[in-house]
């Protein structure tokens, strides 16, 4: 018996969904839950804003699996003219949050033994529902969507390019020269 939930789980500026009820019900239930996110830190200087994703949660004999997808962006350097810019990232995902307490008792949880030829993920687990049966979404959305940028995000096709540093024959005078002559220009006056 599959329970179906018409209303999603809606989440503000949180990433940590209680779980205990959707362990309760059968293999196969599901939650869909809807993440709105202001910002989000990913790594050192790395943060992504306007995270929008929608996330279904299934129920599995081991725990709960997590599809979904985020969209947002990510203000990243451009490799070529070093100019900050707003990189947009669309990301789609699954991984899979491994049980480790029961609901009912509380007491440390087996989950089943898994065949591996059964496995549908990458075979690494690296997320657990927490003791008090959270499933917190944070390390899912940052490690996803850190895959999702490029290695060496370009701001565009208007993308002026690397900056002149020095005039590179007669014609061609670097910007910072030219506001220079611009200024004595002014001062001639
Ligand atoms: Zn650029």
Same mark, same amino acid.
């Given at each position: 018996?599959?329970? =179906?939930? /018409?209303? /999603?789980?809606?989440?503000?500026?949180?990433?940590?969904?209680?779980?205990?009820?959707?362990?309760?019900? !059968?293999?196969?239930?599901?939650? @869909?839950?809807?993440?709105?996110?202001?910002?989000?830190? $990913?790594?050192?200087?790395?943060?992504?804003?306007?995270?929008?994703?929608?996330?279904?949660?299934?129920?599995?004999?081991? +725990?709960?699996?997590?599809?979904? !997808?985020?969209?947002?962006?990510?203000?990243? =350097?451009?490799?070529?003219?070093?100019?900050?810019?707003?990189?947009? *990232?669309?990301? @789609?995902?699954?991984?899979? *949050?491994?049980?480790?307490?029961?609901?009912?008792?509380?007491?440390? *949880?087996?989950?089943?033994?898994?065949? &591996?030829?059964?496995?549908?993920? #990458?075979? %690494?687990?690296? *997320? %657990?529902?927490?003791?008090?049966?959270?499933?917190?979404?944070?390390?899912?959305?940052? =490690?996803?969507? $850190?895959?999702?940028? /490029?290695?060496?995000?370009?701001?565009? @096709?208007?993308?002026? +390019? &690397? %900056?002149?540093?020095?005039?590179? #024959? %007669?014609?061609?005078?670097?910007?910072?020269?030219?506001?220079?002559?611009?200024?004595? #220009?002014?001062?001639? #006056?």
């Amino acid at each position: 018996m599959t329970t =179906q939930h /018409p209303e /999603p789980i809606s989440l503000h500026d949180d990433l940590i969904i209680k779980v205990s009820s959707l362990l309760m019900e !059968s293999i196969g239930s599901t939650r @869909k839950v809807e993440v709105n996110l202001s910002s989000l830190p $990913l790594d050192g200087d790395l943060v992504a804003s306007g995270v929008s994703a929608g996330i279904t949660l299934t129920r599995l004999n081991t +725990g709960i699996l997590a599809t979904g !997808s985020a969209s947002g962006t990510v203000e990243m =350097q451009c490799v070529r003219c070093l100019n900050l810019f707003e990189q947009p *990232f669309s990301v @789609k995902f699954a991984e899979q *949050f491994r049980q480790t307490t029961g609901v009912l008792d509380g007491k440390g *949880f087996t989950p089943p033994h898994e065949d &591996p030829e059964e496995d549908e993920g #990458d075979g %690494e687990l690296a *997320f %657990e529902i927490s003791d008090a049966h959270e499933l917190d979404l944070t390390e899912l959305l940052r =490690q996803w969507i $850190l895959l999702s940028l /490029p290695m060496n995000p370009i701001c565009g @096709k208007d993308c002026p +390019g &690397p %900056e002149t540093v020095t005039a590179t #024959d %007669e014609g061609e005078i670097d910007a910072r020269f030219a506001a220079l002559q611009e200024l004595l #220009d002014n001062e001639a #006056d």
